[in-house]
């Protein structure tokens, strides 16, 4: 789980790429509207200030929106789940849980608590399982 170098990591059009894998890119974008994101009716989060994430790696992946944990209205509890992500970094994730520290959804949300230099936008940001959770977009 290593940090890709400066010479590892090409920008094309704003893109972040992977050198050692060509294939694998990403680009950061600030969103110009109102994201609501919401699960089971229950509004999770929302915020005028979230990132959309698009990448393509293994796959074309769906876009992510990262709000500001800030933005974040409902309790998350971290998880024992982790995964790396080459361009980003270590991800740490969160249960969404009632007032009562019960479980309503496991390893709703991920979070990059130190995430690499490429995508030092990301910090202090969460991301929502786009299969877990409505997303709203509309006008400022």
């Given at each position: 789980?290593?940090?890709?170098?400066?010479?590892?990591?090409?920008?094309?059009?704003?893109?972040?790429?992977?050198?050692?894998?060509?294939?694998?890119?990403?680009?950061?974008?600030?969103?110009?509207?109102?994201?609501?994101?919401?699960?089971?009716?229950?509004?999770?989060?929302?915020?005028?200030?979230?990132?959309?994430?698009?990448?393509?790696?293994?796959?074309?992946?769906?876009?992510?929106?990262?709000?500001?944990?800030?933005?974040?209205?409902?309790?998350?509890?971290?998880?024992?789940?982790t995964s790396n992500c080459?361009?980003?970094?270590?991800?740490?994730?969160?249960?969404?849980?009632?007032?009562?520290?019960?479980?309503?959804?496991?390893?709703?949300?991920?979070?990059?608590?130190?995430?690499?230099?490429?995508?030092?936008?990301?910090?202090?940001?969460?991301?929502?399982?786009?299969?877990?959770?409505?997303?709203?977009?509309?006008?400022?």
């Amino acid at each position: 789980m290593s940090n890709l170098t400066p010479s590892e990591i090409t920008r094309v059009k704003d893109a972040i790429h992977n050198s050692a894998d060509p294939r694998h890119f990403m680009k950061l974008k600030p969103v110009d509207r109102r994201i609501r994101i919401s699960h089971e009716g229950i509004v999770l989060a929302q915020s005028q200030n979230a990132l959309r994430v698009l990448e393509v790696g293994h796959d074309l992946y769906d876009p992510a929106f990262y709000v500001p944990k800030s933005d974040v209205v409902v309790s998350l509890r971290l998880s024992q789940t982790t995964s790396n992500c080459p361009l980003k970094g270590d991800a740490q994730y969160y249960d969404l849980i009632d007032d009562q520290g019960t479980v309503i959804e496991t390893d709703i949300a991920w979070t990059y608590t130190k995430p690499y230099m490429f995508a030092q936008p990301l910090t202090d940001h969460v991301a929502f399982v786009a299969s877990h959770v409505s997303i709203e977009e509309a006008p400022l």
